[in-house]
């Protein structure tokens, strides 16, 4: 309640007096005068009480629907709205793909084909009873005869977030028209998470949003920055470094899930900060830079094991070790220990890690990163002695991707 409401009785008490004072006194219970009084007052309190609960709808802990987005337009906040999830060519996402030892030409007769737009492609269906999540190609894909990989544009055939998925999970297609489709040697996937469906936002969020934004809007403090980068669809990390590139200015770095970012995703994070820029402060959105690791060792087992065995072992090992990659945010070193101890939980045949395990669990270790001069990425070797691996706070951690297993395992029983 906004202000304090006056009863009716207590309105109905001054019509009296007010009548009274105006020389009407014959004003006894059942008169014409009093019926009178009695209705104005009554009318007064509906209005009253109207206004009261549309005063107290207009202030942000009680407005909702569209009287609550009136109010984020004020503050420069716009309600969410559900949109599908789309990928775009250019982030070279959804892949359409051959095996490596061949090409397109060779599943088409030495032709080229075009996959039409409209194309579906989808996750496979596993669980009974659970829908499939579907996407369709927005544009014709030529796969050129020589060629062994196609990107593709795509959109979700459903709105909102339940259309998200992570990577390696449109795996399946619906395209015949090439002369090896009985063998579906043509293959489909999506390298990276697809993340940027998002569901109408509930009036909670809004009003949490428009709450922060009222006084955001008064500097650009750190607080805001990272306020604005979390309301991006897909941004799952954040490092803001103060004075990045000089006074008065802020690095704003960020990753996406599986600590991949694409361009669209960058361009989203710089859009959205620029509402929150004070003067005389300068945001910039960045990539963080991506220092590859490379390491291979000995796995020093209890007894001897199968080829099934050491498939299954060697699996768990690679399952884990990424698994920790991807939980590590911007600016995170890797202690050695947390590494081993990852690597050790894989299986309870597994005594130690090295040739030497007493000086080193790992027999060689190599961090990437590019350089400044060359713009290649050069590999350095880590010292035995090391404890951690250590990056900037504008690193970040993943396995190398310039060569195709930065992992590598020997597999030896303890004599």
């Known amino acids: ?27 006894p219970r059942g ?22 609960s549309n005063f107290d709808a207009a202030f942000l802990n009680n407005a909702t629907g569209d009287l609550l987005e009136a109010l984020g337009v004020l503050f420069g906040v716009r309600r969410i709205t559900a949109r599908r999830a789309v990928v775009s060519t250019f982030e070279q996402n959804i892949a359409f793909y051959v095996n490596s030892s061949i090409a397109f030409g060779d599943i088409n007769s030495g032709s080229d084909f075009i996959i039409p737009a409209g194309t579906m492609i ?7 009873g659970q829908p499939r999540i579907e ?57 990276f998470g697809i993340i940027n469906g998002t569901d109408r936002e509930p009036d909670s969020r809004l009003r949490a949003r428009i709450s922060i934004a009222a006084t955001a809007l ?44 694409t361009p669209s995703l960058l361009a989203q994070g710089q859009a959205s900060v620029n509402n929150y820029t004070s003067g005389g402060e300068v945001v910039t959105v960045y990539s963080p830079n991506r220092v590859g690791v490379e390491f291979q060792t000995h796995v020093n087992l209890s007894r001897e094991i199968t080829v099934n065995e050491r498939s299954q072992i060697e699996r768990k090992l690679l399952d884990n070790v990424n698994t920790l990659f991807t939980g590590l945010a911007i600016g995170d070193d890797i202690p050695i220990g947390n590494l081993v101890t990852a690597m050790q939980r894989s299986d309870n045949l597994i005594v130690n890690f090295g040739t030497d395990p007493y000086t080193s669990q790992f027999d060689e270790l190599y961090i990437y990163r590019y350089s400044d001069a060359s713009g ?5 070797s880590l010292l035995n002695t090391a404890t951690s691996i250590d990056i900037e706070d504008h690193e970040i951690f993943i396995p190398e991707l310039s060569i195709s297993h930065p992992f590598s395992f020997t597999f030896d029983p303890i004599s």
Do not use: W
């Open 1 to 27: 309640m906004a202000f304090a409401l006056r009863r009716q009785e207590d309105v109905l008490i001054g019509i009296i007096n007010e009548l009274k004072d105006s020389g009407i006194n014959f004003l």
């Open 31 to 52: 008169s014409k005068a009093q019926a009178v009084a009695r209705a104005l007052s009554k009318e007064f309190d509906i209005a009253y009480r109207f206004f009261d």
């Open 122 to 128: 989808q996750t496979p269906d596993i669980i009974s």
């Open 135 to 191: 996407y369709q190609i927005l544009s014709d894909v030529t796969c050129r005869s020589t060629d062994t990989v196609a990107f593709a544009a795509a959109e979700a055939l459903v709105d909102g977030s339940s259309s998200n998925l992570g990577r390696h999970s449109l795996i399946e297609h619906n395209f015949t028209g090439y002369t090896d489709a009985a063998n579906e040697s043509l293959k489909v996937t999506n390298r």
């Open 218 to 261: 008064q500097a650009g403090n750190l607080a805001a920055i990272r306020f604005a980068l979390l309301a991006v669809p897909g941004v799952v990390d954040i490092r803001l470094l103060r004075y990045h590139d000089g006074i008065g200015t802020v690095g704003a770095f960020i990753a996406g899930q599986d600590n991949e970012i």
């Open 376 to 380: 290649e990425r050069v590999r350095q």
